[in-house]
């Protein structure tokens, strides 16, 4: 049984770096990145989440873009009254995600993995 996690972590993958590993990179003293930190990254939206969104900017912070979902949902109700963690698509967002229905906790992995491109 304690050989168990040896033998698996062979086959798990992390999908995101670690605390620690992010803490051992900033601890370099390197005012060029020390300065990016500050700076929200810009990124490019896909053409899809810009229709969706009815906006003709294409590029934009992460968390701006997630915002602008979000303001979308809320502004057409499109939270389930019956249970307020999953969202209703409506034609806009069914094209956007592919689905009737979708987690509210899984709609911003979709967009920045599906709709948003880094610089």
């Not at 304690?2 to 992390?14: D, E, T």
């Not at 689905?99 to 880094?118: D, F, N, Q, Y």
Request: contains cysteine; proline residues 4%; charged residues 30%.
């Amino acid at each position: 049984m304690f050989k168990m996690n040896k033998l698996l972590a062979k086959h798990i993958i992390r999908l995101e770096p670690t605390k620690e590993s992010s803490q051992k990179r900033s601890k370099v003293n390197d005012p060029e990145a020390e300065s990016q930190e500050n700076v929200p990254r810009q990124v490019i939206i896909s053409d899809a989440l810009a229709n969706c969104l009815d906006i003709g900017e294409k590029e934009m912070s992460q968390s701006e873009a997630l915002r602008l979902v979000w303001e979308y949902i809320k502004v057409n109700n499109l939270e389930d009254p019956q249970n307020s963690v999953m969202i209703l698509c409506d034609e806009k967002l069914r094209e956007l995600f592919g689905c009737e229905s979708i987690s509210a906790m899984g709609i911003p992995e979709l967009v920045i993995r599906h709709h948003l491109t880094k610089q």
